[in-house]
Each structure stands twice: as C-alpha cells, then as structure tokens.
C-alpha cells in the first residue's frame, strides 16, 4: 500500500499513472503472474494505492522488485510517496 503527499488531484493523478504502469508488467516481467491494483476512492481512509502482485515463489519476489521495468514504475511516485507497506507471503 501506498500513501502519497499532495493535494487529492495531484495525489490522484500520481496514482493512475503508476497503476496504468504497474498493470503493464506482467507482460515484461517473466516472474510476475498477475498483478492488481486499486485506487482509493474513500476519502475517510488514509492510503492512496493498495496492490498485489503474484509471483511462482518467494525467490521471485527479488526479481520483480529489482526489474528495471518496475523500478521505473516505482520511481513515477517519485516525491509523491510519504508511506508504503508490505507484506509478502505464501498460499
């Protein structure tokens, strides 16, 4: 999950550009099963961008994150970005 800095428009506008990019990878990045990506649309609640992405194993979870491909989305929240949280896990 991701919380961003700015107004609601400017926050808004960073997040549909990183989900439009999140949502083109699994096309590029080999590891990457599937991906979903959701946009806050309660203003009551505090984060911005909430998404999971599904990889084979834990061993893949690396190289997704260090594809040049997604740290190029990541790098789209730029100053933007205040907060983000993780978990990984197995099922």
Known sequence: MFRLK???DE??????SFKSALEALPEQIDVLQSIEV???TNPCEDWDVVLTAV????AD???Y???PA???AAALLGAN????????YEF
């Not at 970005?81 to 990984?88: G, T």
């Open 70 to 72: 997604h740290v190029a």
């Open 61 to 63: 979870v690396p190289v």
């Open 55 to 58: 990889v084979p194993t834990m």
């Open 11 to 16: 926050r808004l506008r960073v997040a549909e």
């Open 38 to 40: 959701g946009i806050n």
């Open 6 to 8: 700015g107004s609601a």
């Open 81 to 88: 970005k205040d907060m983000r949280a993780c978990v990984d």
């Open 65 to 67: 994150a260090k594809h």
